[in-house]
């Protein structure tokens, strides 16, 4: 069972850049979401679906869009990179009410 | 809205030591409570749950039980392990989206 799985694990862009973070889970789970962890910090909600062709926005979306065509997949597009979004990002999902959240491994992003 | 309040950290402590580390809740009816942990260079993952009131979970020698009257969920471990050092949150789940602590880092000096 893989889990949810993130790609890529690093990855560095300059001011401007767009790019696209990609999730996926085998699990079947309806619940999916996106968080970023700065050092030293907590985990703050960027965006959160609550199954295929349903988004919502969480604490900090702001430069980032999500959509969620699939039960599978969702992805996390940063549309014009800034400095202040260097961060770790973290994908997780989640099955039905009493089901834990199931994390990937993170993608460190550095924006310089 | 609901919300979790997280004791802050960080905590040291010395091998064999008792561990707290608070949680405690705003939310209506009853939600259910999770503790996850998260080792360095790692996401979280799951260490405990309880899903109704006076509910004990427990995993790898820790503890917390679901306490509706204080709205609280903390966290002992009996003697802290070395291994044990990592971040830990604290999540209440009632409704979409999920709420979690801000997280309490622990360390465990030898």
């Known amino acids: 069972n893989a889990g949810v799985t993130q790609t890529p694990k690093f990855q560095v862009l300059k001011t401007g850049q767009s790019m696209t973070l990609q999730c996926a889970q085998d699990?079947?789970?309806?619940?999916m979401s996106w968080y970023r962890q700065d050092p030293g910090m907590g985990l703050r909600l960027i965006h959160y679906?609550?199954?295929?062709?349903?988004?919502d926005q969480g604490e900090v979306p702001n430069g980032y869009n999500v959509s969620r065509s699939t039960t599978e997949d969702f992805p996390l597009r940063l549309l014009s990179a800034a400095p202040s979004q260097t961060s770790v990002y973290f994908c997780?999902?989640?099955?039905?009410?009493?089901?834990?959240?199931?994390f990937g491994n993170g993608t460190r992003l550095t924006v310089t | 809205g609901d919300s979790v309040t997280q004791m802050e950290g960080p905590v040291t402590l010395s091998e064999e030591a008792f561990l707290t580390i608070n949680c405690t809740y705003t939310a209506t009816g009853y939600p259910s409570l999770f503790w996850y942990v998260q080792y360095p260079g790692e996401g979280l993952q799951l260490l405990l749950k309880?899903?109704?009131?006076?509910d004990k979970g427990s995993n790898k020698g820790f503890e917390a039980t679901y306490r509706k009257e204080t709205t609280s969920f903390h966290l002992e471990k009996g003697s802290v392990q070395v291994s044990d050092s990592a971040v830990y949150f604290c999540?209440?789940?009632?409704?979409?989206?999920?709420?979690f602590g801000k997280g309490t880092r622990l360390s465990v000096i030898a």
């Open positions: 999540e209440i789940r009632r409704n979409t989206p999920l709420v």
């Open positions: 699990m079947n789970h309806e619940y």
């Open positions: 679906s609550v199954g295929a062709g349903i988004t």
């Open positions: 997780a999902s989640a099955g039905p009410k009493d089901s834990p959240l199931h």
């Open positions: 309880a899903t109704k009131a006076d």
